[in-house]
């Protein structure tokens, strides 16, 4: 069986190692973890990478263990390592170390064993050589209630490392392996039917490589992509685990150098492999969306403070009138300016606006000034034909009261009155009725 997935993908790398009554127990996050990592072996193919062989015996994980110096590592057990309750884990009278690879490790810091997403702290393959050097095997299987036990990591260790108490879950059966899971009230759901191989039986679902049928095309093109990277891998390509223990040994050993020789250049490690870049692009994206979390907060926090300002009632533009002097008459009001410390923290949008807003209120209080000015000058205009509509109406009431005292009589009656000496005595007698 060979998973689609990443040209660098390796097993045990997507899940978590949970401490349960069967030793550790790897809860893989795969749809197909609950066979490949309880069953059978994992061989890392030079064409097509990594591809699984069935088994029988069930296992909480089948891996090689090492540790020492703040790490931790695990690898799938090779194609000939072979399981009895009776004798053990024998690989036909080889080491472990001589039928793993190096790269075939995952390496984790102590204090990260435990983690759940294991899969971001696992150290890139590059650095493996070094690793190993500075750590030990400590595989160890037993049997245990009929039952494989993977001791590996002594328990005692990783609580000290990670700082607290690791809880021991017990394995529960299950019936279907979509209810397999890991601490549900102190328990882990495993999925363990019993396994009988039969040669001569297909796989349900793909192509049977091993019958003669032609793999899909997927394989074939991992199968190249993977010989032109190991084509530039150099000498360290498939270094096994025994022969990089053995490198760092003899570089341990004293060197004898002539005082006056030159150093040894500086080898400087290879570059990071598409996990580490990957694990980067990761980091990145994490902190892409920190940065871009805060930033939201901070817009929220401009929009409310924004919506308090409008809120609160605008200041009304002074009324100059006809007091003011002459320099402060057409002058509009300024505008209020902003704390520095809130144009640092509010966006850059954020500003031009408020900045459009205040240029908004300065116009309008410039207008409704002008507006004032015109009133008040429309105003002085009608006081000013209304005083003199008053000094016309007192004029022409005084010359009525002039006239009034010397009244006027007709020109014939002026004229018979100049003539006449009765009328310049006073009135005619009224004659008698005798007469």
Do not use: C
């Not at 006081?383 to 007709?410: H, I, S, V, Y």
């Amino acid at each position: 069986f060979a998973p689609r997935v990443d040209d660098d993908w390796r097993p045990y790398t997507r899940g978590q190692w949970d401490y349960t009554d069967d030793g550790w127990y790897w809860d893989s996050d795969e749809d197909f973890g609950w066979a490949t990592y309880h069953y059978g072996r994992w061989a890392d193919d030079p064409r097509y990478g990594w591809i699984w062989i069935p088994g029988e015996e069930w296992a909480p994980a089948w891996v090689s263990w090492r540790q020492g110096n703040g790490y931790t590592g695990w690898a799938p057990l090779p194609p000939g390592a072979r399981w009895s309750s009776r004798d053990g884990l024998q690989l036909g009278g080889l080491e472990i170390d001589a039928s793993l690879g190096a790269r075939d490790y995952n390496f984790v810091e102590d204090r990260h064993f435990v983690d759940r997403g294991i899969y971001q702290r696992i150290q890139p393959a590059s650095i493996n050589l070094t690793i190993i050097n500075r750590t030990s095997n400590v595989t160890h299987y037993t049997t245990v209630n009929n039952r494989v036990y993977n001791r590996g990591v002594a328990i005692g260790d990783v609580e000290r490392a990670v700082g607290r108490k690791v809880t021991e879950l017990k394995t529960v059966d299950r019936n279907r392996h979509d209810q397999r899971g890991g601490d549900r009230n102190g328990q882990v759901a495993v999925f363990r039917p019993q396994v009988k191989i039969s040669n001569n039986r297909k796989p349900s679902h793909g192509h049977s490589v091993v019958k003669g049928e032609a793999p899909p095309q997927a394989l074939v093109e991992r199968g190249q992509r993977r010989e032109r990277g190991q084509s530039g891998a150099g000498p360290d390509g498939r270094v096994t685990a025994r022969d990089a223990a053995q490198r760092g040994r003899d570089n341990s050993k004293p060197e004898t150098r002539h005082p006056n020789a030159p150093a040894p250049p500086v080898v400087q490690p290879p570059p990071a492999p598409n996990r580490e870049r990957a694990r980067v692009q990761e980091q990145q994206r994490i902190d892409d969306a920190k940065r871009q979390g805060e930033q939201r907060q901070r817009d929220q926090q401009a929009e409310a403070a924004r919506q308090q300002r409008e809120a609160q009632p605008r200041p009304q533009p002074a009324d100059h009138g006809r007091g003011n002097s002459g320099k402060q008459k057409g002058k509009p009001r300024p505008a209020a300016t902003r704390p520095p410390d809130a144009s640092r923290t509010e966006p850059r949008a954020q500003r031009q606006a408020d900045q459009r807003q205040r240029d908004q209120a300065a116009q309008e209080a410039a207008r409704q000034q002008q507006q004032n000015q015109a009133q008040q000058q429309q105003q002085a205009e009608r006081e000013k034909a209304a005083a003199a509509d008053q000094r016309q109406r007192g004029r022409q009431g005084q010359a009525d009261r002039d006239q009034g005292k010397r009244p006027n009589k007709p020109p014939g009656q002026a004229e018979k009155a100049k003539h006449d000496p009765q009328d310049r005595k006073g009135p005619r007698p009224t004659p008698s009725p005798q007469a």
